[in-house]
């Protein structure tokens, strides 16, 4: 979360946007869909099975498809609609868009699961991986 504020504070130099429109973009793109991740996660962690594919599966794709969606449906739903745009149109858009960010980030997780664990602050070896047998 804390690296959003510098890069919003870039984005809103770049975009000349004023602070409190860059403010509002944070918390909607950034600060609501990590909130709502987190949330998510940890009810992963606690209903479902502690599996590697359950891990990659349900925390780095479908937690993202789900959070995203959320998020965008939520800021619809609490701001005004532009100008001739339709709500459920809308929605199925925000849905196709956290489609594509939960099919990064589960490769990502995935990559990183095998390559980098100790990226990612959610998983843990002893966790999601079987004990390892003794050798007979």
């Known amino acids: 979360m804390l690296s959003l504020l510098p890069i919003a504070a870039g984005g809103a130099w770049l975009a000349d946007l004023p602070w409190p ?5 944070l918390a ?3 600060v609501l869909p990590g909130t ?3 949330l998510l996660g940890l009810a992963t962690r606690a209903l479902l099975p502690h599996h590697l594919m359950v ?3 349900a925390r780095g794709f479908f937690g993202t498809l789900l959070a995203m969606s959320l998020a965008g449906w939520a ?18 858009g925000r849905w196709l ?9 589960g490769m990502l997780c995935a990559v990183f699961v095998a390559f ?11 966790r999601y991986l079987p004990p390892r047998q003794p050798p007979r």
């Open 28 to 30: 909607w793109n950034g």
């Open 75 to 92: 800021q619809l739903l609490w701001q005004p609609l532009p100008a001739g745009g339709d709500l459920g149109l809308l929605m199925v």
């Open 97 to 105: 868009i956290a489609w594509g960010d939960a099919v990064l980030t």
């Open 55 to 57: 891990y990659i599966l």
């Open 116 to 126: 980098r664990p100790e990226w990612l602050a959610t998983y843990s070896d002893r």
């Open 21 to 25: 429109r860059a403010v509002e973009l």
């Open 36 to 38: 709502l991740a987190l």
